[in-house]
């Protein structure tokens, strides 16, 4: 009996991953570059609205790597963002809704106080990245003892290493 429950929570846990869009190619591009850039983060933070992809708790800041096609990346900027053809009404529904999610979402976390940097899948190849997440997040901290001290509670295991 318990073996069937933990094949449904590892079935429904993937289901969701795919729904969600969490450890998609694209975020894992934007962990990578993060992660070669010094940068220590978390991942999916359940306590915040949304549960950011990528989460900087000291600096209160969240990055949001996105599908251009299930979260409707801008139609005039991007080609991935197309409604289908066919079922087109079905489509608008379904998408619409997440967008409207996502527009939550980010108001509730902005009312918190926390600033968030949406990447586009689009975007990830981008030559500026670098420096675009340089720019919101500002210095990475260079030592892991920086960090730590900041916080003596905090737990090694927290920190991912991507
Ligand atoms: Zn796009």
Redesign the pocket.
């Known amino acids: 009996m318990e073996r069937i429950l933990n094949q449904v929570t590892v079935l429904r846990r993937r289901n969701m991953q795919a729904i969600r869009g969490k450890n998609t190619a694209p975020e894992l591009a934007v962990r990578r570059e993060l992660h070669r850039m010094g940068y220590r983060f978390r991942l999916h933070a359940s306590d915040l609205p949304g549960r950011p992809d990528i989460v900087f708790r000291r600096r209160m800041k969240a990055i949001e790597v996105r599908g251009?096609f299930w979260h409707r990346?801008s139609a005039f900027?991007?080609r991935?963002?197309v409604v289908p053809k066919s079922r087109r009404e079905w489509w608008l529904a379904k998408l619409g809704s997440n967008v409207e999610r996502d527009r939550r979402n980010l108001e509730a976390i902005e009312a918190l106080g926390w600033d968030v940097l949406i990447i586009?899948?689009?975007e990830v190849a981008d030559a500026g990245l670098g420096r675009r997440l340089a720019t919101f997040l500002g210095f990475p901290t260079s030592v892991k003892g920086n960090e730590k001290g900041a916080n003596p509670h905090r737990k090694e295991r927290q920190w991912l290493s991507v």
């Open positions: 251009c990346h900027e991007c991935n963002a586009w899948e689009c």
